[in-house]
């Protein structure tokens, strides 16, 4: 079964600095998709970047980037400079025919 | 312009009664989803539209009813709900099945 894993239940960053986001996967699948999404506390999930399992170039969007380690089944997400609008909670989420698997998320704070 | 509305934002309702929630988009996506998720967890899928035709039904119980009357447009029809059901309904639509899915506010659903 494949499934995605976030490790991280919470996490605090200082404003202005860099932060990682964990995300591990499984799957038997050759091809493959993978997907960061932000869930402010207003509720609205908001698609940040994707990453397909045959792009070569880690995906970039903006202050995020994805740091995708095909061997170790990673999907990491780097967020540069944090804000605090970046405070929210980040679901990791792999395709899986024609859904979506989340991972359990991760409540990342930004401290002023 | 990547928007999903939903209607409405907020929705009290007894265990007898009957209503509906409704998600519109204008992207000209083919793929919309129904999600129910739980504070803190990650949203669960429940079903899958796909060329306004179900395409995933992930065993939800019949007092959840779909319907996709066109292209732009999803409800989900409710009758006789259980207090368990209280949670945020999210819609999403995609391109296709296999692309980014963009998602609507929610409707936070409270059974009584």
């Known amino acids: 079964a494949q499934k995605i894993t976030q490790t991280q239940p919470g996490m605090f960053v200082q404003e202005k600095e860099a932060v990682t986001l964990d995300c591990t996967y499984d799957t038997s699948d050759q091809s493959y998709g993978l997907f960061w999404y932000k869930q402010p506390s207003s509720g609205e999930m908001i698609f940040l970047i994707y990453?397909?399992?045959?792009?070569?170039q880690n995906a970039t969007e903006g202050r995020y980037s994805l740091n995708f380690q095909k061997a170790r089944k990673s999907a990491n997400l780097v967020i540069s400079a944090s804000q605090l609008g970046d405070s929210a909670m980040y679901f990791c989420a792999m395709r899986e025919g024609g859904k979506l698997i989340f991972g359990q998320g991760t409540e990342l704070s930004v401290k002023p | 312009d990547t928007e999903v509305t939903q209607t409405p934002k907020h929705l009290v309702m007894g265990m007898t009664n009957k209503k509906s929630l409704k998600c519109e988009q204008h992207m000209g996506h083919r793929a919309m989803y129904w999600y129910k998720q739980k504070a803190k967890k990650p949203p669960e899928l429940m079903f899958v539209y796909s060329y306004e035709k179900l395409s995933i039904n992930e065993s939800v119980p019949s007092r959840f009813s779909p319907e996709c009357p066109n292209s732009s447009l999803l409800n989900l029809h409710l009758h006789a709900l259980q207090p368990e059901d209280s949670a945020l309904y999210l819609c999403a639509s995609s391109q296709v099945t296999h692309y980014e899915q963009y998602f609507g506010p929610g409707t936070r659903l409270t059974v009584t």
């Open positions: 990453q397909g399992s045959y792009d070569e």
